[in-house]
């Protein structure tokens, strides 16, 4: 089992970065596919990141290709979430979640959550 605790998120102008972190409890860490998943209000939740646990393969969004690059220390536990380029339409609460031994790009696979971090993004 793994815990996963987000921080980083908050109110940026367009045009602006942030940068999420993930801490994740427990030692097998580097076993767990990694994902930042966003809902927007009135929206479903929609995986927009995702990093590999065997090859560090990574997935994206469309909507996000290009701005973001999902990275992980398996050392420190951590995954990381770098957000360039914020437009408006970024404006969400992004999840945190983990999938052990799962394949990475199925969002089905990830049943471990964060508490989720809001970022909000001006025009």
């Known amino acids: 089992q793994v815990q996963l605790v987000e921080s980083g998120g908050g109110l940026v102008q367009a045009g602006g970065s942030l940068r999420l972190s993930c801490a994740a409890s427990g030692r097998t860490f580097s076993r767990y596919a990694m994902g930042w998943f966003r809902q927007a209000p009135g929206k479903e939740r929609e995986l927009v990141a995702a990093?590999?646990?065997?090859?560090?393969?990574?997935y994206y969004a469309d909507s996000v290709k290009g701005r973001f690059t999902i990275s992980r220390d398996d050392a420190e536990n951590t995954v990381f979430l770098q957000m360039n380029s914020l437009k408006p339409e970024d404006t969400a609460v992004y999840y945190c979640?983990?999938?052990?031994?799962?394949?990475?790009?199925?969002?089905?696979?990830?049943?471990?959550w964060g508490q989720g971090t809001q970022v909000t993004v001006s025009s």
């Open positions: 979640a983990a999938a052990y031994m799962g394949f990475y790009r199925e969002p089905r696979n990830y049943n471990y």
């Open positions: 990093i590999s646990w065997s090859d560090d393969s990574t």
